[in-house]
């Protein structure tokens, strides 16, 4: 119940392309679905977040598509650049209240010049 | 820009031993969280703080590990004795609590020899 699925778990794009990174989730009580970016060495960033009421949401490049009656949500990184490579993660979590978040297991992206 | 701020960043110790990581978070976020990210893993939560209150501990092994924020503001986990297993790394987060935006510190990796 509390699982985020993730896939694939690498990605190899070339520049220019799009990124797509797909997950899953299971507890219909997440309404709160984050994606963070990790560089090597580095904490996760907040990139992008998405809530339930809106089926997508971009900002710049990154575009997050939901399905809720699916239970899916994914990334799609338009025009990818080789600064786009990292490891992506999805989330879930509660918006309104101080709890968890429950990470996939990840996504290396490498970005081919 | 605030940012979450951890020491040290890079910990190297033998088995046996005791270790400490030291976590600032942003200035008037009042929940912290301790979570553990082991290489090729999303990060797992190991306990949560709501001001100086424990929120959240169920994951933590509480036979070696301990964790306090005092003041509700900084807060230090502490490992004794560190076990081969315990080599990963600790990422410190904070957030408002409400919206639940969590944001991490550049996290402390832990070498156990």
């Known amino acids: 119940q509390q699982q985020v699925k993730q896939s694939p778990q690498s990605l190899i794009v070339q520049k220019g392309g799009i990124s797509i990174i797909n997950c899953a989730y299971e507890n219909t009580a997440f309404d709160y679905f984050p994606w963070y970016q990790q560089f090597p060495g580095k904490g996760p960033a907040l990139l992008i977040a998405i809530r339930p009421d809106v089926s997508e949401k971009k900002e710049g490049r990154f575009t997050i598509s939901f399905n809720k009656s699916a239970k899916q949500f994914s990334l799609h990184i338009m025009d990818s650049q080789p600064g786009d490579s990292a490891t992506y993660f999805c989330a879930a979590s509660r918006y309104s209240s101080a709890s968890k978040i429950i990470f996939g297991s990840g996504t290396r992206l490498s970005i081919r010049p | 820009e605030a940012e979450v701020a951890q020491s040290p960043r890079y910990k190297i110790t033998e088995k046996s031993q005791a270790v400490a990581f030291w976590c600032d978070p942003i200035s008037g976020h009042a929940t912290l969280y301790w979570y553990r990210q082991i290489l090729g893993q999303g990060p797992e939560l190991l306990v949560q703080f709501q001001d100086e209150s424990v929120v959240d501990d169920s994951q933590l092994p509480k036979d070696r590990f301990s964790a306090e924020r005092l003041k509700g503001v900084d807060s230090t986990l502490k490992i004794q004795p560190a076990e081969l297993g315990d080599s990963a790394m600790y990422l410190c987060?904070?957030?408002?609590?409400?919206?639940?935006?969590?944001?991490f510190g550049p996290g402390t990796r832990l070498t156990v020899l």
């Open positions: 987060a904070s957030s408002r609590g409400a919206p639940n935006e969590q944001f």
